[in-house]
């Protein structure tokens, strides 16, 4: 079997964001099944839909995996808890850490329990913004555009800012002390 190409978004709002950001990408890789081919820089941007909450530092990561859809998310789900996020939350709350499927090469998933694309991101800069940064010519299945056009058309007016990669981020904090 082929691995597939697959685009998970990464997000955190409590504690030390960066530190969960950063363990995030570390119980991927650490999943035999997934190998990290880009990731983008770190974002800050405001919370979306629940105002009365930290910013949000979010990224995306490129990955190839050999999990189906249904694998891949429990996956994430799983890593989420592990990482600290309440398995019952209220919808738009703040986490820890949040990893969201964004794509799954170019297959469509309609599910009850699953919806590739993810359904949110096409009114998501701070989703879009990572993504186009490093796969600006990838064509989302369900429009037929790529990456980029989707984000030039995003009705989002909110902020993002560009941090820098989750590298830079870390030691920055480890520099001066906050990690």
């Known amino acids: 079997m082929n691995h597939i190409r697959a685009f998970l978004a990464l997000g955190s709002n409590l504690d030390i964001r960066e530190d969960h950001l950063a ?17 983008s820089s770190v974002y800050e941007t ?3 839909y629940n105002p009365n909450q930290p910013d949000f530092l979010n990224m995306v990561v490129e990955i190839a ?9 429990d996956f994430c789900e799983k890593t989420e808890i592990r990482l600290g996020r309440s398995p019952v939350h209220s919808k738009n709350s703040a986490r820890e850490i949040d990893l969201d499927i964004l794509f799954y090469d170019r ?19 701070f989703v879009l913004t990572p ?6 010519d990838f064509i989302d299945p369900k429009t037929g555009k790529p990456v ?18 989750i590298e830079e981020i870390r030691t920055a904090a480890l520099i001066h002390g906050v990690l």
């Open 107 to 125: 297959i469509i998933v309609d599910t009850p329990t699953l919806k590739i694309p993810h359904p949110g991101l096409y009114e998501r800069k």
């Open 65 to 73: 995996t050999f999990l189906t859809p249904m694998q891949l998310i």
């Open 148 to 165: 980029a056009e989707l984000l030039i058309s995003c009705p989002d007016p909110d902020r993002i800012i560009r941090i820098g990669s």
């Open 23 to 39: 363990s995030a990408l570390t119980a991927i890789s650490n999943n035999s099944d997934i190998e990290i081919y880009r990731k």
């Open 131 to 136: 993504l186009a940064e490093i796969a600006p």
């Open 46 to 48: 405001a919370p979306k």
